[in-house]
Each structure stands twice: as C-alpha cells, then as structure tokens.
C-alpha cells in the first residue's frame, strides 16, 4: 500500500484559470459533468488543459477517481515504432511532455510530484497496443495525439470505459502522422460519433486560442489566410 506521503495531494496542485475563450469553453463543460474532445491547432494548450483538469479531478478530495490514464499509439508504423529500444524505454520518450507540463501544474517541486504520482499509480501510461481485454474504473482518461489513432483504436478506447470514469481526447486532424487517407478518416468518422452523443462536449481550437507564442500565432494565423494546412 502507498503511504500518504508518497501521494500528489489537491492542494499541490497550482491554480490556472482559463487564457481563451475556447479553454473556458473546456473548463465550463468539465465542471457540468461533460467528457471532452479538445480538437484543432497546435499551441493552443489543448494537452495542458486535457492533463490540468483530469489532475484537478482526480486529486479532489472525496472523488471516485484514483488515477489518470494517458493513453497513445505505439504502433510499428508511427510515433515510436522507430526508435530504438523497449516499448518501456520508447514510452519514456513519450512523458517528456507530461513532465514538462507537471512543473507547470506543481511549480519547482514539479518532477518530485511527477514521480510520486507515477509510483503512486496515480499517473499511468498506457499504449494501444496493450488496452484491449482490459476494463478502466474509477479513472480519468485522456486520449493525446487522437490524429495518430486510427478509429479502430479510438474504438477500442472507448469501449475500454468502465464505472466511475471519464475521458478527454485532444489532438489535431492536420498533425495526423497517417499517410493513408481512409486511415485520417477515421478520426473524422469518430468525431461524428462524438458530436451526436449526450456527455461529450467536442471544442473546436483555431489560431486565436493560441497561447503558445505570438510567433506561433502569426504563422499559424498566415498559413490559413493562404489557404494551407
């Protein structure tokens, strides 16, 4: 059993509030009971947002939730798949962002929580390629990088979905790793699916909701006014 001690607690966790209309679009429906889809352009802080909430949540006293599953494709063909080592060395490669947002989200003692909420079980990883058979409880789950799954692991994701849990995917259609069209509409098919149900609230992110740079922005901004994507 993990001590206490060895546990991230609610009031490690900084405070932020919402920099975008569309962020405080996400914040609004989390907090009525929604699931999220976080979709559209790079820099918007849709992975932070994703990951601030659910930390929110799932450190809140009381709450039935005592985890936070991230969960990413490592097929063969894309993100991982070529570069060297384990599945357990390449997924490492994988955090480095979770970390980098965890010092945000915990302030200078940002890696220590990273890793008490990984030997606290309360932050865990896991691929597409190991989800199937298993049933998630009591956890909040956030699907990153959603452009890179084709809608057979979406699927497979979501039908992993058990009792006391709720989801957030995020990512971007036009960051998609997929060379196959068919394979990048299958996103497109699944966001279908996500914008007809009841407790999903699908956010639409564009260049004004851009927090990353002002240099980002104006690239991003420019890119659309010709027409590129």
């Known amino acids: 059993m993990t001590s206490n001690r060895a546990k991230a607690f609610y009031d490690d966790l900084f405070e932020f509030e919402p920099q975008t209309e569309n962020q405080k679009k996400a914040y609004d429906a989390w907090d009525e009971g929604d699931n999220l889809v976080l979709s559209g352009t790079a820099g918007t802080g849709k992975t932070f947002v994703a990951l601030y909430l659910a930390l929110e949540a799932m450190l809140e006293k009381g709450t039935p939730y005592d985890k936070v599953i991230i969960v990413r494709s490592v097929v063969p063909t894309r993100d991982v798949g070529f570069l060297p ?35 606290a079980h309360q932050l865990q990883f896991i691929t597409t390629s190991f989800i199937r058979g298993l049933t998630i409880d009591n956890a909040i789950v956030i699907v990153d990088e959603m452009q890179n799954l084709n809608f057979h692991e979406l699927d497979s994701v979501i039908t992993r979905i058990g009792e006391n849990c709720r989801i957030i995917f995020s990512g971007d259609y036009h960051q998609s790793d997929f060379k196959d069209q068919a394979e990048r509409n ?22 004004q909701d851009i927090v990353r740079s002002d240099f980002l922005r104006d690239y991003i901004m420019t890119k659309e006014m010709l027409g590129m994507k």
Do not use: H
């Open 186 to 207: 299958g996103l497109q098919q699944f966001l279908r699916i996500m914008e007809q149900m009841k407790y999903i609230s699908v956010i639409t992110f564009g260049w």
């Open 85 to 119: 080592g384990s599945v357990e060395e390449k997924q490492e490669v994988f955090e480095t962002p979770y970390k980098a947002i965890c010092a945000q989200l915990f302030g200078d003692n940002g890696p220590a929580f990273y890793n008490k909420m990984i030997t």
